[in-house]
């Protein structure tokens, strides 16, 4: 660093010692100055002459140092160094430093930079935001609804629920209507009517069946007005016919027959009905049975083969086809053909018929609510035949009625 004078003419600078100005030649001897003290900054080297209060370098004060260097001008001697000045203090307790109340305004300071406020840290317990809370219960209700839904669905379509008829006609074309359960104590009566081409004299009578006991897939069902006899017929969970059975009770006519167990058994079981039934559906079955029968007042057995031959069709839907139990209900139509041929002892073929019979099926009901079947049985007694079945508590409309 250059310490140089000003001249107090025309201001020029001038080397320290000069006598004369170098630019107007003026003297410089009442401008002279005592010899300036350099030294340099404790905290980081800068240099720093005598009256310099603050570093130019870091703003360190020089309060202390500015001290030394007046006194080491007066006496003529060097300044002294940052490493002397550090030992003559040593020991020595620090002079307590003061900021300023004011920054200086003097061009040598340099203000440091001032870093930005950051706001003091609360406790995360009082301002965090709290997390949003899903509301839950919307989704609870919407899954309870769509369970409530799946399980009505399941039991509609299984035939354990009923709908109203408005919904039924809703899904009734999609929803296959399927075999209903058997209960112990389930009763139910038919009345028929029936003729022949022979005896045109129509014949009605009623006839109770009860379902009387459940052995696993074995349902027996008791004709309740057999009269002296004992008759029961035993079917499988599908409604298929498994075996029937009659046991003879005493009869004026038939007195050696009494006591007989006369016993069908159908293999496979025959299938009236193939369930589950939907609109359009067709299904073939073919069984046979064996049937040991006394005839010649009880002396001979003859045995007895039957085949039979059965093709149903699901034909539709129709509407009101009558009330059950006062309430107005849609009826499944179908139309059901029977083939039985019967073979005796010598395996010729004993007797042939045919039965077509058109039935309109309720699921309320589990049954068929009216069936109307003719029957023709050629080179026997009573020829073709016909007869009508109807459900004791179903008031038909003209629709079953006149068909």
């Not at 004078?5 to 100055?33: E, H, M, W, Y």
Request: proline share 9%; net charge neutral; hydrophobic share 30%.
């Amino acid at each position: 660093m250059t310490i140089s004078i000003a001249c107090d003419s025309c201001r020029a600078p001038n080397a320290q010692g000069a006598k004369f100005c170098r630019q107007c030649g003026a003297s410089l001897a009442a401008t002279a100055v005592p010899p300036t003290v350099v030294s340099a900054c404790p905290a980081c080297g800068q240099p720093a002459v005598i009256a310099q209060k603050f570093c130019r370098g870091c703003g360190e004060p020089l309060a202390a140092m500015s001290q030394d260097l007046q006194d080491a001008a007066a006496l003529g001697a060097p300044a002294p160094t940052p490493a002397a000045r550090q030992a003559a203090t040593e020991g020595a307790p620090a002079p307590e430093r003061i900021p300023p109340s004011e920054p200086p305004t003097s061009a040598t300071h340099r203000m440091q930079p001032r870093l930005p406020e950051i706001p003091a840290r609360s406790s995360p317990k009082s301002n965090a935001p709290k997390p949003s809370r899903r509301k839950i219960w919307p989704w609870a209700v919407a899954g309870g609804l769509l369970a409530a839904i799946g399980v009505a669905g399941g039991l509609v379509y299984t035939g354990k629920l009923m709908l109203p008829l408005v919904a039924q006609r809703l899904v009734q074309d999609y929803v296959p209507v399927q075999a209903p359960e058997f209960q112990v104590g389930d009763t139910w009566t038919y009345e028929d009517s029936s003729s022949d081409n022979r005896h045109p004299t129509v014949t009605s009578s009623r006839h109770t069946y009860r379902v009387t006991s459940i052995e696993g897939d074995r349902v027996t069902v008791t004709p309740e007005d057999s009269g002296p006899d004992t008759r029961f017929s035993v079917y499988d969970t599908q409604r298929n016919l498994i075996e029937s059975h009659t046991v003879f009770g005493k009869q004026p006519s038939f007195e050696a027959y009494e006591g007989i167990h006369h016993k069908s058994t159908y293999s496979p079981p025959w299938r009236g009905y193939d369930y589950p039934l939907t609109p359009g559906k067709t299904w073939h079955a073919f069984s046979t049975y064996n049937s040991p029968q006394l005839t010649g007042g009880a002396n001979t057995i003859h045995e007895i083969t039957g085949r039979m031959t059965v093709t149903g069709n699901v034909l539709g839907w129709e509407r009101n086809i009558g009330r059950l139990d006062g309430v107005m209900v849609d009826g499944l139509k179908l139309k059901i053909e029977q083939t039985v041929e019967t073979i005796g002892d010598s395996g010729a073929t004993t007797v042939t018929y045919t039965t077509t019979a058109t039935e309109w099926y309720v699921p309320a009901a589990g049954r068929s609510v009216v069936m109307r079947s003719t029957t023709h049985m050629p080179n026997t007694w009573n020829g073709d035949r016909t007869e009508t079945s109807r459900l004791v508590n179903f008031i038909p409309t003209d629709s079953t009625d006149t068909e």
